[in-house]
């Protein structure tokens, strides 16, 4: 394997739960709600989907304590914002707050212990591809469903008819009630969606990034995936494309620190958190671009009229 | 069932008083689960974290020591969220007030001279409103939303720190640990009483609150905050610039952070080092929400959330609980605060559809 393929497949590692957490939140966002909780459904995640494996030996047990642990810890989220219409954005703190002090408390035992780390699956023959073959087939199960995702959620929402109705609740939650839609069911299901997929993105750090628990071990990637959605102005294709740009600049810091260039290496560390900064300004200062492609509830509380 | 909600005609005046202390008696329940949940004996854990450290002179020393930057930090981002900029950041403003302000005794740290503390408390200002400027410039001249930059900045500010302690300003009598030489005695903030260590960070913060109360109460600007918040359109209308307003709130909140930061730097840690914060900058938030966004209730949830890193640090001695149950109390505490709002604004009926009946909650 060369020294190419060996960078990209450390892109494609820190780009998977970018990729994974920011899909979920844009399928949210897309029905107006906006939880900035991300970082901590993902931290929770990870902690789950590592005791779980811990407990059973199965990283499979582990991804799916990880799923279901942020779709129950966005239900929180869910119950204040939508049946008690808190304020969304204080609410979303809230949630990390609280997230990063829980999975602390649970992690607590598993600090310093090695962990089982998710195996890769081989697909026959695509596989054995020259170059693009170890990169794209011989990946683990998460990588697999980041990218089922992105197809799924793309033709979900741009093809089907609930998707339709998701993104009409999202423009004008007033109308989409008044047309007969279930403006707060769906946003619980799409929020239960984003956390599910925050809490996937938590449990591949902690089964395949890093495989071991680090307290705070999302690191900032919570907010970074809030910053991808609209960075990919709430499009699942161009948030791929986002998360392996991050993904890249994220990994490519860590070898620059390898090679030893002689920049500290908190200025390295740094980076992601700056080009964050500079992405969201390129991408925002437009202000009607920005506006068309908002979801025009976003944040928005909705009581229904009876 | 379901739950229902039904739009009070006005706030209720009963329940924007009651809400916090609502949420105040959900969390202490809610604690006690979940010490029963580890093991611990519910009562004996709550009164040694809620109860006891009020009983001795140190530990009010120490809440009071915690309480200061919470409430200058608290008291900022109540103007910033009653006028809807959402400055989460304050973390990183607290670092760079610290860092600012430590320039006059790291790098003069031979001078001696009364203008040392008072240099380094403007210097700390600055720092943390030119830290706060960048997130305010960005949101007003360049449409770019302020949770996520001003949240980007608090990783920035923490590397940055890091890398000063490690590098150009470690001691070089520190036998590589990584720190600041010690500040020189004219550089470090006075005791407030001689009964204990609290300093004059916390005199800072009970002005700086009240203040802002006065501000909001009995001013034009304190009006223009509360209409722009409500209402941007509202707020143009009446000649009020929203713009203007990004910037006054961002550096008001970030200068009062910095000054956080480096009255905790030079009052209670006397160098700098790589960690000067449990993260005050964002229990700062749950202070704000919890105070109501009022600066006066600021000052008791302050008080309140001190005594819950003080409670937290004396379970961990006493009943040898993790110190993380001090963040998950904070969480929870944000969460009954933010659902007991509710009630100020509407009536809450839990609806028996398959019957059809209504009961009406006990919230009225």
């Known amino acids: 394997m060369g020294i190419i393929e060996a960078i990209l497949l450390t892109v494609i590692t820190a780009a998977t739960p970018l990729v994974l957490a920011s899909l979920g939140e844009l399928v949210t966002e897309r029905s107006g709600v906006l939880n900035l909780g991300v970082e901590g459904m993902m931290v929770m995640g990870a902690v789950l989907a590592f005791a779980a494996t811990q407990a059973t030996g199965s990283p499979y047990i582990g991804i799916l304590a990880g799923i279901a642990c942020g779709a129950l810890f966005s239900l929180l989220f869910g119950f204040l914002t939508l049946t008690l219409v808190a304020n969304q954005v204080a609410t979303g703190l809230a949630l990390t707050i609280l997230g990063l002090g829980v999975s602390g408390q649970i992690g607590e035992p598993y600090v310093g212990m090695s962990g089982i780390k998710l195996q890769p699956i081989v697909i026959p023959l695509l596989a054995d591809i020259p170059f693009l073959g170890p990169l794209l087939f011989k990946q683990d199960l998460i990588f697999y469903l980041s990218i089922a995702l992105v197809i799924g959620v793309n033709w979900f929402l741009f093809k089907s008819r609930a998707g339709l109705k998701l993104r009409a609740i999202g423009d004008s939650h007033g109308s989409a009630h008044a047309l007969g839609i279930h403006v707060i069911r769906t946003r619980y299901l799409a929020v239960m969606f984003g956390g599910a997929c925050a809490g996937l993105a938590g449990a591949q750090l902690s089964l395949v990034y890093t495989p071991q628990w680090v307290e705070n071990m999302s690191a900032g990637r919570g907010w970074i995936a809030l910053a991808l959605v609209v960075f990919a102005s709430w499009r699942p294709w161009r948030l791929l494309a986002g998360g392996y740009l991050f993904g890249a600049v994220s990994i490519s810091q860590l070898h620059a620190q390898a090679f030893g260039i002689g920049i500290p290496s908190q200025f390295l560390s740094a980076l992601p958190y700056a080009a964050t900064v500079i992405v969201l300004v390129l991408i925002s200062h437009n202000r009607r671009t920005t506006l068309i492609n908002t979801p025009a509830s976003l944040g928005k509380p909705f009581v229904p009229d009876r | 069932m379901r739950i229902e909600l039904e739009k009070r005609a006005n706030p209720s005046t ?119 400027a960048i997130p305010a410039f960005l949101k007003a001249h360049m449409n770019t939303n302020e949770i996520l930059t001003s949240l980007m900045l608090v990783y920035i500010a923490q590397l940055f720190l890091d890398w000063l302690v490690r590098g150009p300003w470690r001691s070089p009598d520190a036998y590589n640990f990584p720190v600041t030489r010690d500040f020189v005695p004219e550089a470090i903030l006075p005791e407030l009483i001689s009964s204990g260590r609290a300093n004059l960070g916390f005199a800072f913060a009970i002005i700086a609150a009240v203040g802002l109360w006065i501000m909001m109460r009995y001013t034009l600007k304190g009006f223009e905050i509360t209409v722009l918040g409500q209402s941007e359109r509202a707020g143009r209308f009446a000649g009020f610039s929203s713009k203007r307003m990004i910037w006054f709130s961002m550096l008001l909140s970030g200068a009062l952070a910095g000054l956080a930061g480096i009255s905790e730097v030079s009052g209670t840690i006397g160098k700098l080092q790589p960690i000067i914060s449990p993260g005050y900058g964002f229990t700062a938030i749950i202070v704000a929400f919890l105070g109501r966004l009022n600066p006066l209730g600021i000052i008791a949830a302050g008080l309140f959330l001190a005594l819950t890193y003080v409670g937290g640090e004396a379970v961990q001695l006493t009943l040898s609980v993790s110190d993380k149950v001090t963040r998950v109390f904070q969480g929870l505490l944000l969460f009954f605060v933010l659902s007991c709002d509710t009630l100020i604004q509407y009536k809450i009926r839990l609806v028996f559809s398959r019957f059809g009946q209504t009961t009406e909650g006990s919230a009225h």
Not at chain 2, 17 to 39: H, K, R
Not at chain 2, 106 to 127: A, C, E, K, R, Y
């Open chain 2, 14 to 132: 009963l329940f924007s008083i009651l809400s916090p202390f609502l949420a105040l008696a959900l969390t202490v329940v809610a604690g006690g689960i979940m010490f029963a949940l580890i093991g611990k004996s519910p009562v004996a854990a709550l009164y040694s974290f809620f109860i006891e450290p009020l009983l001795d002179i140190w530990s009010l020393h120490e809440i009071a020591i915690k309480a200061a930057p919470l409430i200058l930090i608290g008291a900022g981002l109540s103007v910033c969220y009653r006028s809807n900029n959402w400055n989460i950041g304050a973390e990183g403003q607290f670092i760079a007030g610290a860092i600012a302000g430590a320039i006059v005794p790291v790098v003069f740290h031979d001078w001696h001279s009364s203008l040392v503390l008072p240099l380094m408390l403007i210097f700390g200002m600055i720092g943390g409103a030119l830290y706060a």
